[in-house]
């Protein structure tokens, strides 16, 4: 188990369907993170949001849409996703001075 | 552009064997630096991390880490591997107050028993 809890671990969506990845942190850090990881490869940012406002966005398809609606929670929601979209998300926080922590991840396939 | 390189993309080694995974970065500032381990089908879980202060850095698990400014690397030790060392390991690097990290491509270590 990790502080930072991601929901759901496992996620099977069409690609015309809406969905969403939430995660939560009660470790008081005022950064969280969206990464994009894929097998045997490092995590890929897609968002980074610092005091809830939307800090990164690395070029993410609007697809996803981040949502930070308070300090502990962080969500991205899913639309009209591709099958090249199945992957890992992984979110992450960070403190001052403390490494990124991160979550257990979802495991996404689109179909 | 910062970048971090990781030498080793596969290792395989016996258990009881030394480990050392080379880590090399470019930036020339203040850097935070930073060892993840994921074990197959697993998160992401930190291994170290250097801010400041003794180069030698000592882990979970029995890792350590050296940071040495003047060649721009901090390479993951451990004297003696198991069979449950056997993951992906990734070093990372962060510069000063940026929020972003940068990613080596990761190492594969299989310990054979």
């Known amino acids: 188990d990790t502080e930072v809890t991601q929901t759901p671990k496992h996620l099977v969506m069409g690609m015309t369907n809406k969905k969403s990845l939430k995660c939560e942190q009660h470790m008081g850090h005022r950064a969280m993170y969206w990464y994009k990881q894929k097998a045997k490869k490092p995590p890929e940012l897609m968002f980074v949001?610092?005091?809830?406002?939307?800090?990164i966005n690395e070029s993410v398809p609007s697809r996803f849409s981040p949502e930070c609606p308070n300090s502990s929670l962080l969500n991205l929601h899913l639309h009209a996703l591709q099958p090249e979209d199945s992957a890992l998300y992984l979110c992450?926080?960070?403190?001052?001075?403390?490494?990124?922590?991160f979550g257990s991840g979802t495991r996404l396939t689109v179909v | 552009a910062q970048s971090v390189s990781q030498h080793n993309h596969h290792v395989i080694l016996s258990e009881a064997a030394s480990l050392e995974l080379g880590c090399n970065y470019s930036y020339g500032g203040t850097v935070n630096l930073f060892w993840y381990v994921q074990y197959p089908g697993q998160h992401l879980q930190l291994l170290l991390k250097?801010?400041?202060?003794d180069p030698l850095v000592k882990g979970i698990k029995g890792f350590e880490a050296e940071f040495i400014k003047s060649k721009f690397s901090f390479n993951l030790r451990k004297p003696s591997v198991q069979w449950s060392d056997t993951a992906e390991y990734f070093c990372a690097v962060n510069a000063g107050n940026n929020r972003k990290l940068i990613w080596g491509l990761g190492t594969s270590l299989a310990v054979n028993p």
């Open positions: 949001y610092s005091y809830e406002k939307l800090s």
């Open positions: 992450a926080s960070q403190g001052r001075r403390a490494g990124y922590t």
């Open positions: 250097y801010f400041s202060g």
